[in-house]
């Protein structure tokens, strides 16, 4: 009987290391599998920040183009109501 238990002990133990090394590995694998995911999400995430940037950049220099041109057709305006105001004068109209 002893060196049967023994054997049953020894056989079982072994089974054992066996498992567990197993689920070490399975679980270093998936650590591995998760650090470059985080690395691949991580540097998506400074691309897109990246791209953000560029984006706000064109975005204010669209809205500074905008400003500008606002500013040339509010000018026009008025020299275009100023010539208008001298030719209603000249052609003796009231404004």
């Given at each position: 009987f002893q060196r049967f238990s023994n054997r049953q002990?020894?056989?079982?133990?072994?089974?054992?290391?066996?498992?567990s090394a197993e689920a070490?590995?399975?679980?270093?694998?998936?650590?591995?599998?998760l650090t470059r995911s985080v690395?691949?999400?991580e540097d998506?995430?400074?691309?897109?920040?990246?791209?953000?940037r560029e984006m706000k950049r064109r975005l204010e220099e669209c809205e500074e183009r905008m400003?500008?041109?606002?500013?040339?057709?509010?000018?026009?305006?008025?020299?275009?109501?100023?010539?208008?105001t001298g030719l209603l004068f000249m052609l003796g109209g009231k404004e």
């Open positions: 002990a020894n056989a079982f133990n072994t089974r054992v290391s066996q498992e070490v590995e399975n679980l270093s694998n998936k650590v591995k599998d690395r691949r999400v998506e995430n400074r691309e897109l920040r990246k791209k953000n400003k500008r041109k606002e500013e040339r057709n509010d000018e026009r305006m008025k020299e275009l109501e100023r010539k208008y």
